[in-house]
């Protein structure tokens, strides 16, 4: 897999601004109102024939994180990263990228939700983690974020040696909750439920910085240059598609289109499509 070991460098990019809104728009199989068949009866033939029995592949994606997963209010589409890669999971599966359904997590909902038998895999800026390894299994890592902070321009916290007695945002289920808890214990740690309430609550000075992923605070910052990181990377935040605990046959099913992306160049496409510079080595 490729790796990454600094913060990434990204040019200036088509940031897909406006409100998040809730649920899905017409269109290009992004409804929420028809459901993949239930955790029973999924685990009793498999994941993968569940999908190809339903003709459609279940995702679970983000719609507030700029980059990776953002809802257009222009024409009702989500689009990003994380979902171009979601699309090659279909298209390998049906035959056909557009044989998916985008059905919306957040960090605090994207488990249950897969557990639950609601979407068939999470492709969602999920870091792999030993904890959530006991509750479901990833694939190889797809992408390689860490965590920074985010600031308003003329913000005095330099990193995260200044943040004692500062109020931190953060978001709900995410590790950047636990990890700035621990790294800065004496900051003031208010967790949101998605990354859109979480940078509103900054842009209106509920808190002195955000923290999450390099990589979507970059995404925040594009929408609004009044914002700056800071602070370089203090965690390794390699980023995992999830699937159902024991589910071996989906894991190696993402993980041989996961190769074929990188064996033939279409990884390196997809990347410099979204951040505008190739992956690092």
């Known amino acids: 897999m490729k790796k990454w070991q600094k913060v990434l460098s990204i040019g200036v990019a088509t940031a897909f601004l406006g409100a998040v809104t809730v649920g899905c728009g017409g269109g290009q199989n992004q409804s929420n109102q028809s459901a993949p068949s239930g955790s029973g009866q999924n685990a009793a033939k498999g994941t993968l024939q569940a999908i190809k ?4 592949l279940v995702a679970g994606v983000k ?7 953002l809802k257009d209010p222009q024409d009702n589409q989500v689009k990003g990263f994380d979902i171009d890669i979601a699309r090659e999971v279909a298209k390998d599966i049906l035959g056909d990228p557009n ?18 038998g609601d979407i068939d895999m999470i492709v969602a800026t999920m870091t792999i983690t030993e904890d959530r390894k006991k509750e479901v299994d990833f ?6 974020a860490g965590q920074s902070l985010l600031v308003k321009k003329d913000s005095p916290i330099k990193g995260i040696q200044d943040l004692d007695g500062k109020t931190v945002i953060a978001v709900k289920g ?5 990890n700035i808890r621990a790294k800065a214990p004496k900051a003031n740690v208010t967790e949101y439920e998605n990354y859109a309430e979480a940078f509103t609550a900054l842009k209106s000075g509920k808190g002195d910085a955000l923290t999450t992923d390099n990589a979507i605070l970059l995404g925040m910052q594009q929408q609004d240059p009044n914002f700056k990181l800071v602070g370089g990377l203090f965690t390794d935040e390699p980023y995992g598609i999830a699937v159902r605990k024991g ?5 190696d099913e993402v993980n041989k289109v996961l190769k074929k992306l990188h064996d033939s160049g279409d990884y390196d496409k997809i990347y410099e499509k979204w951040f505008k510079e190739k992956p690092q080595q």
């Open 247 to 251: 589910d071996k046959e989906m894991v």
């Open 99 to 116: 044989k998916i359904e985008l059905k919306e997590v957040t960090s605090k909902t994207r488990i249950p939700m897969l557990k639950n």
């Open 53 to 56: 029995d339903r003709g459609k």
């Open 63 to 69: 719609y507030d994180t700029n980059l990776f997963g």
């Open 174 to 178: 995410s590790t950047s909750t636990n």
């Open 139 to 144: 694939s190889d890592v797809y992408f390689k």
